[in-house]
């Protein structure tokens, strides 16, 4: 169950973040180029070091 849960948390973040750069009126090649980037950095970084990477952002 974890696995779907986590899946589903994370195409949910990648929703949020095509939605933001629509927004921002990025081209869909940039936006295709950011997604992927940002799903492989699911697969190499974990709950935890995200959040503790949120938190030290000045974003």
């Given at each position: 169950?974890?696995?779907n849960?986590?899946?589903?948390?994370?195409?949910?973040?990648?929703?949020?973040?095509?939605?933001?750069?629509?927004?921002?009126?990025?081209?869909?090649?940039?936006?295709?180029?950011?997604?992927?980037?940002?799903?492989?950095?699911?697969?190499?970084?974990s709950?935890?070091?995200a959040?503790?990477?949120?938190?030290?952002?000045?974003?």
């Amino acid at each position: 169950m974890l696995g779907n849960e986590s899946k589903w948390v994370n195409n949910a973040c990648l929703v949020y973040a095509i939605k933001g750069l629509e927004n921002l009126e990025y081209r869909p090649e940039e936006i295709q180029k950011i997604i992927r980037a940002i799903g492989r950095t699911f697969d190499m970084t974990s709950g935890s070091e995200a959040g503790q990477k949120y938190l030290k952002s000045p974003y």
